[in-house]
């Protein structure tokens, strides 16, 4: 799916004492494609009366989800790393600052090629002990063809336009001066609730956009 838009400005300046007059046109152009990678995190979160109890409890619980997650998405290196791991005191005011338990906090980030598995590794991880799984999301492994597809489209319809606005004016389109491109790729995300062990996570990618502005300036004659 590809949607347009553009601005179209007539502009004049000087050189060399005389004026030329020239067009600047900006064309829009969007590039809806389906996702080949989902990012997915996944959390163990426990309290104990000390710090160590709460690492020692924390090393378990998260061995036993990394061992039953690598069973779903194999041993690649890429496949799974850790993004965060914390142990901290909890606290409460009454008169006194007292350390009430302390929490060991361990996060690792699981990137999949394969979408269909999203889903699985989801009920596996909530299954084996994690305590919190982050926001699915759904992007491309490599968004360069898709952006140069985009470029393209919205390069075409800068010119388009330029030529129509000189053609309009009894004019027509002299060398093209100055290009801009400017896009982004749109990553979807997907918040992700902890069901029931007996109910499969219903996951939906949808479409990745994927944009592109090409603005140019050309001289009109």
Known sequence: MTRFSLVLILFSTSLMGQTRPYVRASGDAIIS???????????VVNSASTAQEAADRNAVLMT?????LRQVVGNAPEAIKSTGYS?????????NVQV??????NT????LTNILLAAKVIDTAIQAGATNVGSLTFGLSDPG??????LKKAALLAKTKAEAIASALGMRLGNITAVEESGTVSIRNFSVA????TTATPVQPGLVDVSATVTLQADIL
Do not use: C, H, I, M
């Open 100 to 105: 009430t338990t302390y929490t060991a906090q």
């Open 145 to 150: 063809p898709s952006r140069v597809e985009a």
């Open 87 to 95: 142990v901290y005191p909890v606290t409460r005011t009454n008169g």
């Open 33 to 43: 494609v389906r996702p080949d990678q989902v990012k997915l995190t996944a959390s």
């Open 194 to 197: 902890a069901l029931a062990p």
């Open 108 to 111: 690792v980030e699981v990137t």
């Open 64 to 68: 036993n989800v990394l061992t039953q």
